[in-house]
């Protein structure tokens, strides 16, 4: 499908249609002092220059070999197959169809991914994608006010630090209270006006939850309370048990078939119950029939919820989706299949926790976790400083250092193993802690 | 298309059928018949106290959302159950098995301001 600049002649129709001069006429309104006289862009390079000036630059990148840092960002390995079907020039493309229909083949492929995303999770209904799992979350935050008319949501320690600042930005601007507690007074916290339950599982420190028990409770103290599970690294559903299965009503994650790549872009994923389908921001995609004939067609249904025709009274000021990253994730998942996901998900665990372990029986190592982990952990450290400089110098990307966002855990780093560690980078890594004391 | 007589109207396309007093609320044939073809009915809670000119229910079609504006003030009794799975009751019977919500009126007097039939014809 191209998408056509208007010509000089268009846009003379247009204008004359409405009756206005000049594009400038219709900027009337903004006062004159708030207008850009002159931007500061230099010169246009020629392609040469534009290389030279690009690959220099990204020469400043430091590449490392092998990475010991998760904390809501992973590596993964990505089949070939992943980049080969999203560079394909149909796909192409960060955004989402606007004339949506026209555009059937990438329609199927958000279908696909919407299909694919609710099996893995056992999760009714999962739309086009969102921007990120921070964002994700703080639309599940939202949803919850709006299936329950109540202002407030609780949020369970333990959630990344950034996306508890997303969720506090959302509510703030929609007057919703959020109060962050312990798990343990989560019982203590709960009434019947409490829209939402935020739990990350497994959380930022790395640690599974026990979501059907934190479900019971809800369901036991209040009448509709909503419960909210994000995840970082969807990989562990794996093996993990699926959100559908413990009673979760909202479900966001992120990742799968993404490079990190300072953190993004990404993909959101959300997915609900059928009962809330109708509260979900965003896109979704249905499969239809023709009224008279047999053929299928995708179309983009549920939209009359959406700020284009909703204006103000919308859900969500989101009308598109990920459309690159979404289908990333969808040629990923479609590449491991069902035993690869299992086999990905299950090597995580297993070298997570031979480092977990092995890092254990150095002297002064502890781990800080008292809850089961899948591919991170908390670790108390003799001498953190030293531990990261050392990481550097052998071409290894370090694990975080807590302090960064909780100021006062100087001495505890955050490790994250996926499968992509190999055991020479491991023993190099269990090295480098043997002597950074 | 039909105008009832023995109902009361507001310009924002709801009926009203006052019975003692319980007002039944649904919206005009004019209403559906712009919508088109209705896919989902939005209910209120029985109990929600809705005042005049709040957003009782959201009548959703596959192009548009129209909202079912209280038309008096009061705590809702009933709501029309059925359109939860049938919601193109609201198309097929406007007036009749297409009603959506029911308030007990807390101030009838409210119910005098609206419109007769002629004169909610004559804002179409």
Not at chain 1, 322 to 339: E, H, P, W
Not at chain 2, 91 to 99: F, M, T
């Amino acid at each position: 499908m191209d998408f056509v600049p208007h010509d000089e002649e268009t846009i003379k129709n247009m204008l004359e249609k409405i009756g206005v001069e000049n594009i400038d006429s219709l900027y009337v309104d903004i006062p004159n002092n708030l207008k850009i006289k002159d931007l500061n862009i230099p010169e246009g390079l020629t392609e040469a220059d534009l290389l030279k000036k690009l690959t220099e630059l990204s020469e400043k990148n430091k590449i490392y070999t092998s990475a010991f840092l998760g904390a809501g960002s992973y590596y993964h390995y990505i089949p070939s197959l992943v980049d080969f079907v999203i560079s394909q020039s149909q796909f192409f493309t960060a955004y989402t169809p606007y004339q949506a229909e026209v555009s059937q083949g990438m329609l199927q492929s958000i279908y696909e991914y919407q299909s694919a995303i609710s099996r893995i999770t056992e999760m009714d209904v999962t739309n086009a994608s969102m921007y990120d799992c921070a964002s994700a979350l703080a639309e599940a935050a939202t949803m919850a006010f709006f299936i329950t008319k109540k202002r407030k949501v609780l949020l369970i320690e333990g959630i990344h630090p950034e996306y508890v600042e997303t969720v506090q930005t959302y509510c703030w601007g929609r007057n919703i209270e959020t109060k962050i507690i312990s798990l343990d007074d989560l019982e203590n916290n709960l009434n019947d006006e409490i829209a939402g339950v935020l739990i990350q599982s497994p959380n930022f420190f790395g640690e599974i939850e026990n979501i059907s028990h934190v479900a019971k409770i809800i369901r036991s103290k209040t009448k509709k309370c909503i419960l909210i599970q994000a995840m970082s690294d969807p990989t562990c559903l794996g093996k993990l048990t699926p959100p559908g299965k413990n009673d979760v009503d909202i479900f966001v994650s992120e990742g799968m078939g993404n490079k990190p790549s300072f953190g993004g872009p990404n993909l959101g994923i959300l997915s609900v119950k059928e009962k809330y389908m109708r509260k979900m921001p965003g896109r979704l995609i249905g499969l239809t029939k023709e009224i008279n004939g047999d053929k299928e067609g995708y179309i983009l249904t549920l939209q009359a919820r959406e700020q284009h025709i909703r204006r103000e009274k919308a859900l969500s000021n989101i009308c598109s989706n990920q459309a690159l990253s979404m289908v990333a994730a969808l040629i990923y998942l479609v590449s491991l299949g069902k035993t690869g996901l299992k086999e990905v998900a299950i090597q995580n665990f297993q070298k997570a926790h031979h480092v977990k372990k092995a890092l254990s029986q150095i002297s002064s190592y502890s781990i800080i976790n008292n809850k089961p982990t899948y591919n991170e952990f908390v670790v108390k450290c003799p001498n953190v400083d030293k531990l990261i400089k050392k990481c550097k110098e052998n071409d290894i990307l370090p694990p975080l250092r807590l302090s960064n966002y909780f100021p006062n855990r100087k001495d505890e780093i955050l490790v994250c193993v996926t499968e992509l560690n190999s055991d020479e980078s491991i023993k190099k890594f269990l090295q480098i802690a043997k002597e950074a004391i | 298309m039909e105008f009832p007589n023995d109902l009361k109207y507001q310009a924002t396309h709801e009926w009203v059928k006052i019975e003692g007093d319980i007002a039944i609320v649904g919206i005009s044939d004019h209403a559906q018949d712009q919508l088109g073809e209705i896919v989902f009915v939005e209910l209120p809670s029985v109990g929600d106290s809705l005042e005049k000119g709040a957003v009782g229910a959201n009548v959703e079609s596959s192009k548009a959302v129209g909202e079912v504006v209280a038309p008096v003030s009061g705590e809702v009794t009933e709501v029309n159950e059925k359109l939860e799975d049938e919601p193109e009751i609201v198309n097929s019977s406007p007036y009749g098995d297409g009603w959506i919500f029911k308030i007990k009126m807390s101030n009838p007097s409210e119910a005098d301001s609206l419109l007769d039939a002629a004169g909610y014809q004559a804002t179409l």
